[in-house]
């Protein structure tokens, strides 16, 4: 979780390319969680404007997420993504 909280103040400080690459240098172990998932979408969706690359993470989250809250949320996400 540290090194999830750590990349997300990169995104902040540095931009949300700078976020996206520190998230894809974690480790597996901790790049692969939901919440890991969820926060690549959004700094490639945000800022870096990487629609594809946030849609193909969206689309990840939702395939391992069970909650029927979180699964919509993250439907509603995906279809308010542009056209892949």
Not at 9 to 38: F, R
């Amino acid at each position: 979780m540290v090194e999830l909280n750590r990349a997300v103040a990169i995104a902040y400080a540095h931009g949300a390319q700078a976020g996206a690459d520190a998230l894809d240098a974690l480790p597996v172990a901790t790049s692969t969680g939901i919440i890991s998932i969820t926060s690549r979408a959004q700094m490639r969706c945000a800022g870096s404007g990487d629609g594809p690359g946030a849609r193909a993470a969206y689309e990840r989250a939702l395939e391992r997420v069970q909650h029927p809250s979180e699964r919509a949320f993250l439907q509603r996400t995906i279809n308010g993504l542009e056209p892949a």
